[in-house]
């Protein structure tokens, strides 16, 4: 098992994912209470997995409750109804992570470490379990109290 990365680089991931949600969506988060986690989602999810590759190397997946994943294509959609996780609704949240990533990618630039991502992949179904060689940090994103997005950052520094 490779250790989690350095905490110091969580904020990148924090800050992009905060201000891109808000920006897209007009829903103001709050950071819960960190965690490490065994990656086992019990309730309907969505999770986007995005790589991460350069000066650090691992995977970062956002993880929304299928309500909550609703709410969000619907909002990046200006309102437009969506009642189900179709082709639509994926495009939305799968650009959702490249964007949050993207846009992590070039505030660790700004800190002189050069990462770039993959293309995001997603999942979507009940009580999934995900593996991984790196440990994971949970960070919840809250939204009204509740936990709008999960962002499990697995990722380690390549030095």
Avoid: W
């Amino acid at each position: 098992m490779v250790p989690a990365m350095d905490v110091k680089h969580i904020n990148p991931f924090l800050q992009s994912s905060i201000s891109i949600v808000e920006s897209v969506t007009q829903v103001k988060l709050t950071v819960g209470k960190p965690e490490m986690t065994d990656f086992h989602l019990h309730d309907k999810y969505y999770a986007i997995q995005v790589g991460v590759v350069g000066e650090m190397k691992g995977q970062v997946i956002l993880a929304i409750r299928e309500n909550n994943a609703k709410d969000i294509a619907s909002r990046m959609m200006f309102g437009m109804p969506v009642n189900e996780l179709d082709e639509m609704a994926s495009s939305a949240l799968n650009e959702l992570g490249n964007m949050i990533m993207g846009n992590t990618a070039t505030i660790f630039s700004t800190l002189g470490i050069i990462i770039d991502i993959t293309p995001p992949l997603a999942v979507y179904g009940d009580d999934l379990q995900l593996k991984s060689d790196i440990d994971g940090i949970k960070v919840p994103l809250m939204y009204g109290g509740e936990e709008y997005i999960g962002l499990y950052i697995c990722v380690y520094e390549d030095k």
